[in-house]
Structures are given as structure tokens and as C-alpha cells.
């Protein structure tokens, strides 16, 4: 296969979701000696960006949207070693999970979706998530950013509770928090001294950029 | 009813362990091969469509699914298998009619098929919309239990408890869901309706204890009243909710399941949102031994989780059109809005819904909801349930055709501005709330859509 055609197999896996496909695509590029940041910016980003579009259209579903973001990760995964500098590093690491006493999901696995297909590392820490939870993970791997989901009007608490505990333990300043879900606000993430609030998945990229300082 | 009670429990942590991940990503890819093998299509244009046997389709599709996939349960992380023969056990021993509530206050549930003449349950209330406590939650429910179409009361979210906080799995809580279903039964007995059968997923009930906490003859949920039981989306659960379950099963008191597929989410288009429906609709009927399936699907696109998106309306239909043709399980529609009282939209929203579930042959309600919190505390009002009751009745009886018809207009009226509707009011500032009359502007409105309702040809008295 000539380069043309292996950054059309990584387009095409990553369009569809094909992580097999898409880690043998990454393998053979490499085998290829074809750059890894080429074979990101001239197969892999145009594919993920092709997904955003669609979903954004609803063309695209949420599972789609989900096994693209995998193949992307598996094919990043075999080209990583070969990085040069900083070339192809994801935007940030983001923790997001639903918080205490609430299982609604469906909101955060679509922020966790468009987070991933627009460069950012993700961590799903799940839902219905103990406060002191969110706070160890985020310590431990050293995050950027805190997202924070409730639906409930009980979930409110929690995220007070969050930022409070950031504070006692001394590490508020190491990373930024953002929530989401209904009953939260602007008004409210002021009030508990949020860094943002997205009503809607794309604000949520929209904030992780801008709290990073990365233009979008 | 007897569910597979014993099943149930046995089968919650047997078989290989399956990881959520899996179990959420292999379900597009099955319901779009069911969709085509079952040939079944969404049509904008008719959301209720007028297909037997597309309805029939969607019922054996549903039935293949559930059988094959079964229910994921999140704390074992195990699948949860039936039958078709033990579905059809279930399925075939459910006993209707069925009589709720008490003393005069009685109604009675009789199995529905679309275009039915038989009247359909409707089940008025604000249906987890948030409300400030005390008092003003009491006027909230005596506003619906005064509404006469209303059959059946739901009821509403207390937005803080005796000032404070709600937070999950606190004493204040259970606290909390107490004096929830307490003040409703305050409410029914002020409105002269003592008897009336409630029908409560407390909103102070995140987890299950508030909920096991408000079983209580004296002054809390009566035997035969109803309580919710969730499904996660799409076909799974956990010991959570199954707890709720059984302990409301086992002290007489039904369950009412409610799922939410989502169209646009794990189950892709309206087609596979319908057929994970129809598959969850049979699992959760099943495993909490339940008396009905409350419908509510959910749109990826709306925020506010409403059930009036023509694809939602479409799945909403092609759901009730397939159990009631197949089977005597009757299926209510939860009703969330996306517009808030007060305003036109709310109207054209509420009346949709009730053409769509009961030209399909299901009932009316849990509803009408929507409202999620933070500012939007008390921006509900007993007109839109009155809107919802009156058309109800009115459509009782009506062909699908004819439905269709007067659906597709409502939805000309509200579609434009659904996801982003006007701003609503209060019930404190639409009502003379001490004497719970409504104001004349507000009351204006609804005269006036449904005077134009009448005109298109829906038959209010
Ligand atoms: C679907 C649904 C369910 C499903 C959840 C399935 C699942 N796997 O998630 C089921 C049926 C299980 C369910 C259960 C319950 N529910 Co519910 N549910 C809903 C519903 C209808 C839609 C929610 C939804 O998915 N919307 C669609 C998604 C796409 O929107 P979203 O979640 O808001 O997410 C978007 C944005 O908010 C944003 N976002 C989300 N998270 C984040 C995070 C960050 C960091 C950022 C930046 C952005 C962001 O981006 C997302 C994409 O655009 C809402 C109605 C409503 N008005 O919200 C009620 C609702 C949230 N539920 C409610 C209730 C009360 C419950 C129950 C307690 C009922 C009961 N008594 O059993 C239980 C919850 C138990 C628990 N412990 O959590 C109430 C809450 C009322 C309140 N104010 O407290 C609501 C408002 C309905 C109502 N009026 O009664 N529910």
C-alpha cells in the first residue's frame, strides 16, 4: 500500500469505528515510515472531524460517535512511542463523571463522546460517584479538568461538596471544575466557585479550550 | 401482578460477567439488522402511523430482542435472561381489568387497542417537576386532584426540605419523602377526594430508602396506589431499583416501571430507539413485576428530556400501537413538556400528547412534567393538565388517521421554538393560588387553542 492509501484505511477505521482495522492502519504507516503527526493530521483528524459533523447533523449516533473515539485511542495508542516533541499530544486530561445519588448518564457519555472526538483525554469515572472519589482520581492522575453532571436537584450539594473538599486538601488550584445537567447554572457555579458551566455538550468543549488556553 | 419474581432474583448475578461498555456499543448494530429484518420505518410525516402490521412487526422484534439481549444489572454486571415462553407466562396471566384507589374515588383500567373507544386512564400531575415545599406543594396537588378528567394523581419534586438541602441517602431524605406523599395525601382529602389512587416516584427519593420509607397506610402510599421503578437506559438496572420493586410488590402496592429510550443514543434512530423500547418494555414489565410500562422516550436533542419531538411522538406511538394490539399490558405515556406554564406552546404540547398516546390505545399520563430545576421552581399548573384530560377524552375512540391529521397541526404550532421555548410563568403568578382559581389571561389561552382544536374537528364536548 502507498501512503495515500494507508491514510485512507486510518479515514476510513476511524470513520467506522474499526479499532482492529485501525490499529493495523496505524502499524502499517509506521511500517511505511510515514510520520506519525501525517498520519494523524492526514487520516485520523479528518475522520474524527467527519464524525463531530455528522453527529452534530444527526447523522451520526451516539454509539457511532463512541466506537470512533475508540479507534482514534487504539491507533494513537501504537504511534505514541514514536512521537516526536510533543506532536500529536492530546489537549488536556479531563475526569468526568455523574455525581453522588444520581445515575443519569446519558448527558455525560455524550460530553465524554464530543470530548474525545475533539482531542481531549478522557476519564469516565462513572456515575452515582462518591465527592472524595472525583477528588482522589483527580489527584492521582493528575488532571486539568474536574466535569461534574447532575440531573437531579439532590446532585446540587454534591458539587459544593467537591469543590470544598478540593479546597481542604490543598489542591484547588491544580484543577479547574466544570458542571452540567439541569438544575445547575451559571448562577450556581458562581456560587459555589465553579471555573464553568456548559448547558450543553459542545459548551463543554467550548470550556475545557478556553480554561486551557487552547483556541478552538 | 406476579412477575417472575423468584427468576428475577435468582438470575441477577448468574452467567458471565459482561462489561457495560460491550453490552451498550453491541446494541446499534443488532436493532439497525432488526429494523431491516422486520421492515420497520419512521415517517416524519405521520407520527402515528396507521400500520398493523408494522405495529405487529415491531412487537416480534421487540420480543426476539428481549429474549436475546435480556438486562444488564450494574451491581452484579450480569445479564438477566427470560424466555419467550416466560414472557408470554407473564403476558398471558395479567389480569385486567383493574380497579385503583378507594371508596367513591375509584377508577378502573380496562385494556385499550388503538383507536379504542374504551376510555383511557389519565394520570395528572406534575410528575417530578420541582415545587417549593409545604403549603405551595399542597395547592400544586390540589390543582391537579381538581381537575376532573384526572383520574389518577402524580406527583411533584419538593425542591429543598423544611428549608434545607436534599441530598442523596441522608436522613434528611427519607425525611423528606414522608412528608412528600403526606402532603399528597393532604391534598387529595382537601380536594374532597380522599380515595383517589396516587401514583409517586418521590422526589426526594434518589435512592431507595425514602422510597421503601413511604409505604404507609396511615399517611403514606396505600396498598394499590402505584410507585416508579426505573429502567437505566437502554436495558439495564440495578439492585436500586429492583429493591424498590420487590418491596413495593411485596406490600401490595404497584409498580410502574418507566423507561427511556433514546433516540439518538446507544439505540441510534427512532426505529432502534423503538425496538429497544418494545424489548424494554417486556424486560422491565417482567422483572419488577409491574402493572404498567410508563413510556418516555427521550430525544438527544432536548435538554429537557420532552416527549413532544415528532420522533419521540412517532416512537411513543409505533410502542402503544404494538402492546395493545398484542397483548393486554397496558402502556401509559409520560408527558413532559418542553415549554412551561403559561405559555401557547405548553397547550399545543400537552394536547399533542394525549392524541398520540390515546389513539394508540394507551393511557394518559404520568404528566404533564418537564420542569428540572434550578429557576424553573413552580412553573406548572393545573390547566395543562386540564389540557391534557379534556383531549383525553376527546380523542377517545378517534381513528389514527384522523389523529395523525390534528397531530401533524400541533406540531406546526410548538415545533418551531421546541428546545428553545418561551419562558414560562409561576403558578403563584397564574393563579389566585389561595383560592386556587386561575387568572383570566392565563385561562384565555387554553380557550383559545382549543377552540381552534375544535374547529380542525377534535370532538370536545
Ligand atoms: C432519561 C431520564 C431518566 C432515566 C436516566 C437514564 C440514564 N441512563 O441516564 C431514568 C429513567 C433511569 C431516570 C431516573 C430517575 N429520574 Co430522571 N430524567 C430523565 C430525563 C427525562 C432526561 C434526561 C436526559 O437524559 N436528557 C438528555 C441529555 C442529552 O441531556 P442532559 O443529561 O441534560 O445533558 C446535556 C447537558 O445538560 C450537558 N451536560 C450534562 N452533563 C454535563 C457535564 C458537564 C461538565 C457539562 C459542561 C455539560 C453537561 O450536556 C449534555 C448534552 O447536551 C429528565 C428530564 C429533564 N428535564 O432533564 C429526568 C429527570 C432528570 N429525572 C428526574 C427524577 C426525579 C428521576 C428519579 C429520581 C425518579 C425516581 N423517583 O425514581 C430517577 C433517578 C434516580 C437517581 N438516583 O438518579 C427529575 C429530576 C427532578 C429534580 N430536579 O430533581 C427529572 C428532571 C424529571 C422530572 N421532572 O421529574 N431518569
Redesign the pocket.
Known sequence: MNEKEILQQLYESVLQGDSAKAVEAAQQALDAKISPLKAIEGGMTPAIQEVGDRFGKGEMFLPEMVTSADAMEAALEILEPFFEGDEGAKKGKVL?GTVK????????N??IALLKVNGFEVIDIGR?IASTDFVDKAVDLGVEVI???G????SLPMMRDIIQILDDDGVRDQHKV??????TSQEYADEIGADG?????Y??VQ?CNQLLGIAS | MPGLHFEMMERVDQGPRVREKEFDTSIFPRVKELAEKYDIKYDPAHPIPDDDAMADRLFAAGMEYAVEKGLWVLDTQKVVHFTEAEIWRFLDNFHTPLTFGYGKDQVTLYPRKPESDVRPLVIGGA????MTEGEIYVKHMMNFALEPTNDMIANG?PAWIEGREIR?FSPNEVHGAIQEVGWIREAIRRSGRPGMPMFV???C???APP?VAIINEERGLRKGDFM?A????ELKSDYDRLIRAVTAVENGVHVAT???P?IGGWAGPPEGAAICGAAETLLGAICHSSTIVVN?P?H?N????ATTHRQTLWVESVIGQAFSRNCRFPIGQNV?LDARAGTYEVLWEAAVNAIVAVSSGQHTGPGP?????GDDVDMISGIEMRMLGETSRAVTGMSRKKANELAVKCLEKYEPTLGNPPKGKRLQDLYDIEKLKVKEEWLAKFKEVKAQLKDWGMPYR
Not at chain 1, 178 to 183: E, F, K, L, Y
Open positions: 468526568i445519588g444520581d445515575i443519569h448518564d446519558i448527558g455525560k455524550i460530553v452515582d466535569g461534574l453532571s440531573l437531579l436537584t439532590t466544570i458542571i452540567g445537567g439541569g438544575p458551566y456548559g448547558e450543553t455538550a459548551s463543554a470550556l | 410528575a417530578g417537576s420541582s419534586n442523596p416516584a418521590p422526589g427519593a434518589a435512592s422510597a416508579y426505573a429502567l437505566l437506559t418507566l423507561l427511556a433514546m418516555h427521550v438527544m432536548l435538554k429537557n428530556g413532559f412534567s418537564g420542569i428540572t430545576g
